[in-house]
């Protein structure tokens, strides 16, 4: 793949995630979960950010998405809660009960069914003992699978018949069967393996495209898991990947700052911003929570 990477906003975020493209006010979202921001950004603002609508929650804050009524579901450490439209915190939803205290919430999206799934992962040790959960608009809590270190990159298929859901740890990019009942999850059979697989979008193609945490590239594979190229990005722990803009036709790559020592911010001072490529593909609208509409 020859398409360059050119720098949409130039941060110093510590863990950027969970990117977006909210089409209802046409800005890029996405959260710095250490930091606790959510933020949004129009295409023409400015480099560094600084006319970006930042909203402060209590960290961390691992994903946002768009809710029914025009505001945002996020997860926090151990919470579900709803944002206004300006978003700021209105309340609390839900929440889990960890099986200890170094687990918090990470990758959450919401499914076509219009439900949040929210993975959580363990922050402390290998043991893996994190957990993929879906959350209702009405509070209605399922726990669907654990055994998770770090749940990672979620998607679905057209149908919604088809869940791929990520563990960074094990390298593996997991698909299943799935659909809008309590017991739909089937049982989860290898789809990717073998690199630090993070974020994950799906193209309208059917093809994937995911980043690799700590290699500074973007993996593009094919609807049966076929390599078909990298994107190489200046900063090595590559985070979050999602298609927005006009048509969702620019693929939006985030970064971490986390994890890298002084030496390596020398030679990637680039890491924590967010990277923008055109012409590789197009992208698929966000789900949103609480939204009635099945898929056909």
């Known amino acids: 793949m020859t398409s360059e990477p050119t720098v949409f906003r130039e941060l110093r975020s510590v863990l950027v995630e969970s990117i977006w493209w909210d089409a209802r006010t046409s800005e890029l979202a996405w959260v710095d979960i250490t ?18 609508r930042v909203s402060a929650l209590p960290a961390p804050v691992s994903a946002v998405q768009p809710a029914a009524g025009g505001g ?25 009960v ?3 205290g170094g687990i918090r919430f990470n990758e959450g999206k919401v499914d076509p069914f219009g439900r949040f799934v929210v993975g959580s992962m363990n922050t402390t040790s290998p043991a893996a003992d994190g957990a993929l959960y879906t959350f209702d608009a009405d509070g209605t809590v399922r726990l669907l699978l654990g055994g998770f270190h770090t749940t990672n990159g979620l998607e679905w298929s057209d149908s919604g018949d088809t869940i791929f859901v990520t563990d960074t740890s094990t390298q593996t990019v997991y698909r299943a069967s799935y659909g809008p009942g309590p017991d739909d999850l089937g049982e989860l059979e290898p789809f990717i393996h073998g690199r630090n697989s993070d974020g994950l979008a799906r193209d309208v193609d ?17 609807a049966s898991a076929s390599p078909l190229g990298d994107l190489t990005l200046p900063a090595p722990n590559v985070t979050s990947v999602a298609f927005g803009g ?41 789900n949103v929570f609480g939204a009635s509409a099945s898929p056909q």
Not at 81 to 96: F, H, R
Not at 262 to 276: K, Q, R
């Open 246 to 286: 006009d048509g969702l036709s620019t693929l939006f790559v985030g970064t971490a700052r986390e994890n890298l020592t002084e030496s390596d911010l020398v030679d990637a001072p680039l890491s924590g911003s967010i990277f923008a490529i055109e012409g590789v593909g197009h992208g698929r609208p966000a």
């Open 98 to 100: 960890h099986s200890h």
């Open 206 to 222: 059917g093809s994937f495209w995911n980043g690799i945490y700590g290699a500074g590239r973007v993996a593009h594979w094919d």
């Open 35 to 52: 930091m606790g921001t959510f933020h949004r950004a129009r295409l023409d603002g400015a480099r560094d950010g600084s006319d970006d």
């Open 72 to 96: 945002f579901v996020a997860s926090l450490q151990d919470r579900i809660v709803v944002l206004g439209p300006d978003g700021e915190l209105q309340k609390t939803i839900a929440s889990v």
